[in-house]
């Protein structure tokens, strides 16, 4: 079974994280699958004309409920719905992932992180936009939406319905490997880790952590998509709030640090020094971390966002605009300099 789970992974790594350069660039590989989110970044971005910039203002509207109305369909808040995406998101990512990112390609991965964050802002824009527009409501109240339905929908009324039900099913799956491994294995890991060191007893029982974690997110999910987006539209705003409140206060006691912080960023970002694969490198680390911090492009937000309570679909997809905005360019961007700054060491810590 084991031989079996490794063909299997080796074969999708194959062709989903193949370099595109061919090992032709020493020291760094660019895998498909980061490329792919790139070029459509950038290609939607200027195709909507900065959605991502001109529309925040209006996004900030929608999520405060100005423009609610009786014609809205849905059964949760925009806002909630928000909510309930970043409680995936703001996490390991903005710690571990801003961490991993410069100890691999130097301070000015982080640079490239804002970048994609900020790509990602119109990437979440239309995947939530288009989970929105196919989504379908049963019989018993429930909204089915994602990238299964616009796959398979979408596609369909392009005329490729029997490859967008192909599409539709491989995305399911890989959902659910996704959740399994990244959103919930992983977390879990570093979660019991981090308590444990604190904690002598959960450190030796570690089971007890894992049944406790098991029954608090039992008591939530159990309840269905509105007890979850009831939970996490009180919990995600407090989590946020101390970690900048943490973040700032770190960055006051160690004021003369900074400056010299963000000149590393910028620096590093455009001529970076003994980081393996040079420039390429640095960009490659950024994108990756970002994209594992904001999941922009991979399909998992428009679940989310699909029993948005709304008129528009499009007026969804504004809302959701503020994950990779909140997520990655606020709090990504305070992690970097933190971390130089409480550590106090030289201006070569990114590289530790």
């Excluded at 925009?78 to 309930?84: G, V």
């Excluded at 490239?112 to 379908?136: C, D, N, P, Q, Y």
Aim: net charge neutral; charged share 10%; hydrophobic share 50%.
């Amino acid at each position: 079974m084991n031989e079996l789970f490794s063909s299997i992974n080796g074969f999708l790594e194959y062709i989903l994280f193949f370099d595109i350069l061919f090992g032709q660039v020493e020291g760094t590989t660019i895998p498909f699958l980061v490329a792919w989110l790139v070029i459509g970044g950038i290609y939607l971005t200027v195709k909507m004309g900065f959605i991502n910039l001109h529309m925040l203002k209006h996004s900030y509207h929608i999520i405060r409920g100005h423009y609610n109305t009786k014609d809205d369909k849905g059964i949760i808040a925009p806002y909630k719905s928000l909510t309930t995406a970043l409680s995936a998101t703001v996490g390991l990512g903005n710690i571990a992932g801003v961490a991993i990112a410069i100890a691999i390609g130097g301070p000015g991965a982080t640079f490239w992180m804002i970048v994609a964050g900020f790509l990602g802002m119109t990437l979440k824009f239309t995947e939530v936009t288009l989970s929105l527009k196919h989504r379908e409501f049963l019989p018993d109240g429930t909204i089915m939406g994602g990238g299964m339905e616009y796959l398979s929908k979408g596609l369909g009324e392009k005329g490729f319905a029997g490859f967008g039900k192909v599409l539709a099913i491989v995305f399911a799956l890989f959902m659910i490997g996704g959740a399994i491994g990244g959103g919930n294995t992983f977390q879990v890991s570093q979660a019991v880790g981090a308590i444990g060191n604190e904690v002598s007893y959960i450190k030796e029982n570690p089971w007890v952590f894992g049944v406790i974690l098991a029954l608090l997110t039992g008591a939530v999910i159990i309840g269905g998509i509105t007890r979850i987006a009831d939970t996490t539209s009180k919990i995600v705003p407090i989590m946020v709030t101390i970690y900048i409140a943490a973040s700032l206060w770190i960055l006051a006691v160690n004021i003369d640090a900074i400056p010299s912080a963000f000149a590393l960023i910028f620096t590093e970002a455009f001529v970076p020094t003994a980081v393996a694969g040079g420039m390429i490198g640095v960009i490659v680390q950024g994108f990756q971390r970002a994209v594992f911090s904001s999941e922009a492009g991979l399909g998992s937000a428009p679940v989310a966002h699909a029993p948005a309570r709304v008129k528009y679909p499009v007026r969804q997809g504004m809302v959701a605009l503020y994950e990779p905005f909140i997520d990655t360019i606020i709090v990504c961007t305070m992690t970097a300099p933190v971390s130089y700054t409480h550590l106090t060491l030289p201006t070569n810590i990114f590289r530790c």
